[in-house]
């Protein structure tokens, strides 16, 4: 686990399924640094521990998203997962609640490779702030 001042690096990987959601739609206009919001998917048929990754134009970014408030961010689109063997910690945290204590970015695209492999992504936990503890 990589530690930098206010965050710890908990996941680092490629975003899983982007060929065959609507990742191909914001490609262009994804860049390295942008946050992607992650929704729990617990109805699931294929992984009842799945993440959903979601594309947010800048400015719309929402914080403590659920799947509740995401269907008024109308820009969003799914653009793939958190693979399947990364997903069980995570999962469990979000179901905790702790989505303001998490952040996922795009660390890295690569156009031209598979569609599998065109998105890296890295989960971040966030440090506290110290003055919430006091």
């Known amino acids: ?30 860049r390295p640094g942008d946050k992607l919001l992650m929704l729990r998917e617990e109805d699931n048929p294929h992984d009842h521990e799945a993440i959903a990754l979601f594309y947010v134009p800048k400015g719309e970014f929402p914080k403590g998203a659920t799947k509740h408030n995401v269907d008024k961010y109308k820009h969003a689109l ?20 702790y989505i303001d204590d998490l952040e996922c970015i795009i660390t890295n695209i690569n156009r031209d490779a598979h569609p599998n492999c065109q998105v890296q992504i890295r989960v971040n936990l966030l440090k506290k702030d110290a003055q919430a503890h006091k």
Do not use: R, W
């Open 78 to 97: 799914h653009v793939g997962y958190i693979p399947s063997s990364e997903n069980s910690q995570l999962a469990t945290f979000l179901d905790m609640g």
């Open 1 to 30: 686990m990589l530690i930098k001042k206010n965050k710890a690096e908990f996941i680092n990987c490629n975003l899983a399924g982007f060929g065959h959601a609507d990742g191909f739609l914001v490609l262009k206009e994804m």
